[in-house]
């Protein structure tokens, strides 16, 4: 099983950046899409972006299109969001996660069976 482990948030202002990224051990990177995740409190949890494997394909949540990135360098093993244009909305703990299948991209998050530690982004506005 593919393990995964998040970078440091952070408490970020409104209008302001920042990146996220996921390094994964333990499994073949480059044949799992890979996602990002969030929650907010009292809130179920949500797909925020998926990339394919190849990372020539890319899902985005509406209320992200535009602002987030998702990208991934299998070289590395790494799979990252950059996020632009934070708002408050966009508070939540931040899930990478790798699908439970290779070689498949299904944008849901039951697809997903690795996930990481979660990561607190905070945004003030």
């Known amino acids: 099983q593919v393990q995964l482990v998040e970078s440091e948030g952070g408490l970020v202002q409104a209008g302001g950046s920042l990146r996220l990224s996921c390094a994964a051990s333990?499994?073949?990177?480059?044949?799992?899409?890979m996602g990002w995740f969030r929650q907010a409190p009292g809130k179920e949890r949500e797909v925020v972006a998926t990339?394919?494997?190849?990372?020539?394909?890319?899902f985005y949540v509406d209320s992200v299109k535009g602002r987030f990135t998702i990208s991934r360098d299998n070289a590395k093993n790494t799979v990252y969001l950059q996020m632009n244009s934070l708002n408050s909305e966009d508070t939540a703990v931040y899930y990478c996660?790798?699908?439970?299948?290779?070689?498949?991209?299904?944008?849901?998050?039951?697809?997903?069976?690795?996930w990481g530690q979660g990561t607190q982004v905070t945004v003030s506005s």
């Open positions: 990339i394919s494997w190849s990372g020539k394909s890319t």
């Open positions: 996660a790798a699908d439970a299948l290779p070689y498949r991209f299904i944008a849901t998050l039951t697809a997903f069976g690795s």
């Open positions: 333990g499994g073949t990177f480059s044949s799992y899409a």
